[in-house]
Each structure stands twice: as structure tokens, then as C-alpha cells.
């Protein structure tokens, strides 16, 4: 229970890191930490039953790694102006 509520935790912090470097390029604040914590908690969760339950470091680590990539999937790309040729 400790690793999940220390996941978690990391989750709602990283994804605070994340909407203070890239503030444009992520949506709504409530959707980056509600990813940021629910992919702590689905990472605590998977890296738990792969390394069993004496691995409580491993776990809050892999949970974290988890977390960013999932927080990572909502980074938007850079807008682009599109040109247009005069034969389009």
C-alpha cells in the first residue's frame, strides 16, 4: 500500500514538472495529473506482480517510469504553419 501511495505521490509530481516545462503542449491540468496518477498506480501495480513484494524501490521506480511515458503519450506536437503551394 506504501508503494502506491508513494507512486502516486511521484506521479502527481512529475506531472506537475511536466505542465511547468511544456505549458502549452499538454491539455487541461486535471487530465495531465489524473494520467500522471493513474499510470502510478497501473505501474505499481504491473511492476509489483512482476517483481513480487519484497522489490519496494524497484516497484515505486518502475511505477514512476510508467507514469511518464503515459504522461508523455499527451504531449502535443509543436504547431506548424502549413505552406501551400500556388498548384495545390
Known sequence: MVEVLSAVVLGAVL????????PGRLPARLTVFGTGALGAVFGA???????????EAATVVGAVLIAAVTVSLLIRPR??????????
Open 45 to 55: 501495480s504491473l511492476m509489483h506482480s512482476v517483481l513480487g513484494p519484497d522489490h
Open 79 to 88: 504547431s506548424r504553419r502549413l505552406n501551400r503551394s500556388a498548384a495545390a
Open 15 to 22: 506531472s506537475w514538472a511536466a505542465l511547468r516545462s511544456l
